[in-house]
């Protein structure tokens, strides 16, 4: 059975930054996108319904969601099934739980437990 990993959440004042980074144990060799949703406190959302942060295709593209664009960078690397997020000039309404996406070429999605940000203003 796999599982997504994550790791780096925290609190911090805004403005700050904190990396999050998330590995499939035991590893997958082929991930097609690998990114990251999140979730507001107090809110109930189905998997497919939560908000994009970034995503990064197996072909090296990348997608963020727009209120994170300039602010925030996501990396993937394939030989350690690991993907991470760097977050800059964090803001309290970046506030919420995190979740690790992989998706493989075959169609399996998997999801993390999710891990939670915390921006204090």
């Avoid at 497919?48 to 993937?76: D, Q, W």
Wanted: net charge negative; aromatic share 10%; charged share 20%.
């Amino acid at each position: 059975q796999v599982q997504l990993v994550e790791s780096g959440g925290g609190s911090v004042q805004a403005g700050g930054s904190l990396r999050l980074s998330c590995a499939a144990s035991p590893p997958l060799f082929n991930i097609n996108v690998m990114g990251w949703y999140r979730q507001a406190p107090g809110e109930e959302r189905d998997e497919k319904e939560r908000e994009l942060v970034a995503i990064a295709h197996g072909g090296g593209g990348r997608n963020y969601g727009e209120s994170v664009k300039g602010r925030f960078s996501i990396s993937r690397d394939n030989a350690k099934s690991t993907v991470h997020l760097e977050m800059n000039s964090l803001k309290f309404e970046d506030t919420g739980v995190y979740y690790c996406y992989f998706s493989t070429y075959i169609g399996t999605d998997y999801w993390g437990q999710g891990t939670q940000v915390t921006v204090s203003s």
